[in-house]
């Protein structure tokens, strides 16, 4: 069986407790168990407590959208990836939003990988360019100094365990929300894959795992889980709505049963 597919929805800062909890209730009542299929929520800090209550753990994992690399300290306001330790199977690294709107440098996304590695939730590491630094023909280079000094302090073992999802600014719906080719996505996949390769080797390269993520929907999904190098898709404005997100799952489902991936252990 080849990798499960991942379905990651970033609900952003939407939704309070209880409408978060409305929606996973939704989405219980309307996506089944897939062997084949990962789905993981990432609701907002506040609701990650009261929504690992509700949650069926068969079903879904939760992310986290952010943490802080130290441990414990005076650092008002923030909160550890040590605290989620418990709480979370992952953690959105490097978003495009928290690398414009908040200013997260290379180093501070670098910081957080390695932190998230030492306390052991895998990194969802988000790279990808912007519009500008698609236009002038930066996008290699943008990724290459992104995935190299995130993964800089890590080993090739532990590289094996982290998610990068490839998000182009332009594409993501609240930027520029310009539809991505599959094409165009499955070259800046392959470049990923090969970028870690000559780092650290075939074997690692093989093992991690690949997300595209911008402007993703029910409608469109297939052409991005089709590509070779695309294990799955991270989900925003579309997760937020549950006939959308649980199509999205439909159709990695379809397609996993059509690569013989298949489980027919639904409930
Ligand atoms: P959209 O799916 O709304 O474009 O958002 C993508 C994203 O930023 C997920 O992290």
Known sequence: MSKRILIVGNWKMHLNASQASVLLHRLHERIKIHRAIEVVLAPSMLVLQPLSMQLDRRKFRLAAQNAYHKDEGAFTGEVSFSMLQDLVHYVIIGHSERRLHFEEGLEVVRDKVASA?????????????????????????????????????????????????????????????????????????????????ELYGEKTAKALRLLYGGSVDDQIVRGYLELEDCDGVLVGGASLNYHKFAGIVDVAYQLSQERGDGDDNNT
């Open 117 to 197: 590695v030492r306390n052991g939730i895998t990194p969802l590491l988000c790279v990808g360019e912007t519009g500008q630094e698609r236009h002038a023909g930066e996008t290699k280079q943008v990724l290459h100094d992104q995935i190299t000094t995130a993964l800089s302090n890590l080993t090739a073992d532990e590289i094996e365990e982290v998610v990068i999802a490839y998000e182009p600014v332009w594409a993501i719906s609240t930027f520029e929300g310009e539809i991505a080719k599959p094409d165009d996505v499955g070259l800046s996949l392959k470049f990923i894959r090969k970028q870690v390769a």
